[in-house]
């Protein structure tokens, strides 16, 4: 008896450990309303001619990725530039510095369908991190920093891009300095 019991129970266990390691999950909880890019590899080819466009001033090379209604924040929260005035940046970037590359990037892209009534968050994303360097043409020195770049892509072009880079580490490596705020007077 006790042989036929564990003999059930072995019968009903591992059907049961062999299905549930097999079969994926519908939804990974806390990723509702979101799906892996299938378009992936186009979306960072994308992404990556965008950004090599960018660092050298390609104006011709950045308006074929940029959607009519581009715009770009960050990295302080206040900063906003639509898509003229990000492509000035760009070109007034490639005008003083060159040898612009980016290393170590690892990119990763999904789909959100819905998130929380959140239209904003609606469409492709493809996310970059990595690290971005170049020379300072004036006085020769050779700037490196980590970065973070979000991309949203709507209707094949990138109308969304958000970037984080520490403002502060770089502008200590082009040689400026930190002053501390002039003292309250009582």
């Known amino acids: 008896m006790k042989k036929m019991t564990v003999a059930l129970v072995m019968l009903l266990i591992i059907p049961a450990f062999f299905a549930s390691c097999s079969q994926p999950h519908d939804v990974i909880p806390g990723y509702e309303g979101t799906r892996l890019n299938p378009d992936f590899i186009s979306d960072v080819n994308n992404v990556k001619a965008l950004l090599t466009a960018m660092a050298t001033g390609d104006q011709a090379g950045m308006n074929i990725y940029l959607h009519e209604k581009f715009f770009v924040n960050g990295p302080a929260k206040d900063d906003y530039y639509n898509s003229q005035e990000f492509i ?20 990763y892209s999904f789909i959100c369908d819905e998130y929380e009534g959140r239209p904003e968050l609606i469409g492709k ?9 170049f020379r300072y043409k004036a006085s020769g020195k050779e700037i490196e920093h980590p970065y973070h770049y979000t991309f949203r892509i709507r209707d094949g072009k990138i109308d969304f891009m958000g970037r984080y880079y520490d403002r502060q580490d ?9 002053l501390p705020p002039e003292p309250i007077e009582e």
């Open 88 to 107: 000035d940046r760009s070109l007034y970037f490639a005008e003083w510095f060159d040898q612009a590359k980016l290393s170590g990037d690892i990119y």
């Open 125 to 133: 994303w493809v996310f970059t991190w990595g690290n971005f360097s």
């Open 170 to 178: 770089r502008s200590l490596q082009l040689g400026y300095t930190l």
